[in-house]
């Protein structure tokens, strides 16, 4: 049978004596008027129907914890957070909020959930001590229409907008989640904003970042600048106008286009160093060329090579830029280089933390070029190799263990060589046959079959 509870206007129910209040599948609750259901340190579990009139509040306090769950959409009209001290309402789901979210006490933890703001919905009272909180993620979304906006507040999200241009529809996402760049470096204060309109072009608009000291996240208030980001992984300074750390807001005029915003120091490794890594062959050599959009106390950049992706040996060094908020390109060439061979930039800043380019493979012709066979095996393997210098040839044979059961040296003359190896004595198996020749240049292997 279908349950249906009805509360009247002007009537306040209180619960505090059990766990949670939970609408199971198939029942619904209805909020008349203004009516108000206080939950005090109790968990409000949706499987059902919620239904709340224009007035309807809910109201959750107490002294301790409290959840929101359920299978089931919750769509509020008045949501209130009355939590002592530092207690939360924590959030296990999405929810709507369709007039205001109110803060009395206590905190709202996202918990890696969006809260989805109606229309005409905003915060009321958010302050120091009774605000909303993400570190696992999540957002607040309002969506609205900023044309010609003049110190306009949305929702109360505390991202303040000015700008002579009409920016049409508008998303405007707050979360609170410290942003870091793409090696997992640097941080920021625990607020961001992802600002979507419409026309997003030559938009000269000024943004007021407002901001909690709660959210500071360790960074000195006064050395807070803008950054900006277009695809939340690669950062670039913006630096700021004006800033109040009395009023907790920083602001920047000039913004042609929005993306995500964050603030951060100029000392923190927020942005991603590298802007480009490549490596190009020509003739003998191999160009390793890098740019950086930003760099902030950078001292050198040292070029590493590895054979298979697991030995890196340092081959040069370029001095970096230090500071500086402007791209800037990098090059060196290596003119030894080993076939095949990988490369990486390390670079070192001035405190000696050190950031890593991709890996790049060198796609470079071979110069010299060798063959094993026949495989499977049965008693002698031959190896051809053809050099354009003389050299010796280190030969090892590894079993499916790892360990050496063959070790040879052979002189090679430029042209073709013609080696071979012993196979005969070995047991039935798979081993793993390493070449190296032109003084450590060239490395090659081969997975063979012992008949």
Known sequence: MKKIIYIFAACIISLSAAAQLSIQSGATLYLSGNAQIVLQDINLVND???????????????????????TQLLVFNELEIAKTGTNKLILQRAINVNDKIVFTSGLIDLNNNNINLGNAAFLETENENSHV??????????????????????????AIITSSQNLGAVTISRGH????????????????????????????????FQYFDAELNGLTENSLLFWKSSNNISWTLQGFNSRDVTANYVEITGINDFSR?????INNP???????????????????????????????????????GIRWSAIGTVSAAGNSTIERSYSYTDNSPLTGAMYRIAEY???????????????????DSWRAWPNPVQEMLWVNITTTGASSATIKVFDNKGSLVRSQQNALLPGNNQLNIDMKRLA???????????????QKSVDVIKM
């Not at 129907?49 to 959750?60: D, H, K, L, P, Y």
């Open 428 to 442: 039935a198996g798979t081993y793993h046959v390493t070449v190296d020749w032109g003084n450590g240049q060239t």
């Open 349 to 367: 800043d001035m405190d000696g933390r050190i950031q890593y380019t991709s890996i790049i493979r060198s796609d470079c012709a071979p110069k």
């Open 48 to 70: 059902g129907t919620i239904t709340v009139a224009a007035n309807g509040r809910f109201s959750f306090t107490g002294s301790a914890n409290s959840q929101i769950s359920g």
């Open 270 to 308: 927020l942005p991603v160093q590298f802007l480009l890594f490549n490596v190009r062959c020509t003739g003998n050599s191999v160009i390793i060329n890098w740019k950086t959009a930003q760099e902030q106390n950078t001292s050198r950049f040292i070029i590493e090579r590895s054979p298979e």
């Open 133 to 158: 909180i993400g570190a696992n993620g999540g957002q607040l979304i309002f969506s609205t229409t900023l044309n010609g906006p003049a110190s306009a507040n949305p929702a109360n999200l505390g």
């Open 261 to 265: 915003w964050t603030l951060s120091s």
């Open 177 to 208: 989640k410290s942003q870091i760049n793409g090696f997992g470096n640097g941080n920021s204060v625990l607020r961001y904003y992802d600002i979507n309109p419409t026309n997003n072009t030559g938009l000269s608009a000024t943004l007021r």
